[in-house]
Nanobody
Framework: QVQLVESGGGSEQPGGSLRLSCAASGIIFKVSDMGWYRQAPGKQRELVARITRGGTTDYADSVKGRFIISRDNAKNTVSLQMNSLKPEDTAVYYC???????????WGQGTQVTVSS
């Protein structure tokens, strides 16, 4: 079955950095568009960044210039480097996979990111 396992979350001070990773199995990774979403308490889940199977990236305006998404097709992983963290980045971050052959995407279990002084 499909498994997306996130890691790398935790607590950080404003201005700090964290790196999230998502290890995928059960899908053909190289033909999957991958993304990171987040959900803060009381808010809807929102797209943070995505990277297509061709390597094209897209970011939410709120994280442009601070976050970088990347993928390693040899290791079936997608990462999110988060720099210059702000308190408003606090949320549960979810990995998403959308294989080209699938009609729906798959979600990881989420990892908590807390930015606070």
């Amino acid at each position: 079955q499909v498994q997306l396992v996130e890691s790398g979350g935790g607590s950080e001070q404003p201005g700090g950095s964290l790196r999230l990773s998502c290890a995928a199995s059960g899908i053909i990774f190289k033909v999957s568009d991958m993304g990171w979403y987040r959900q803060a308490p009381g808010k809807q889940r929102e797209l943070v960044a995505r990277i297509t199977r061709g390597g094209t990236t897209d970011y939410a305006d709120s994280v442009k210039g601070r976050f970088i998404i990347s993928r390693d097709n040899a290791k079936n992983t997608v990462s999110l480097q988060m720099n210059s963290l702000k308190p408003e980045d606090t949320a549960v971050y979810y990995c998403n996979a959308r294989p080209v052959y699938a009609s729906v995407g798959h979600w990881g279990q989420g990892t908590q990111v807390t930015v606070s002084s």
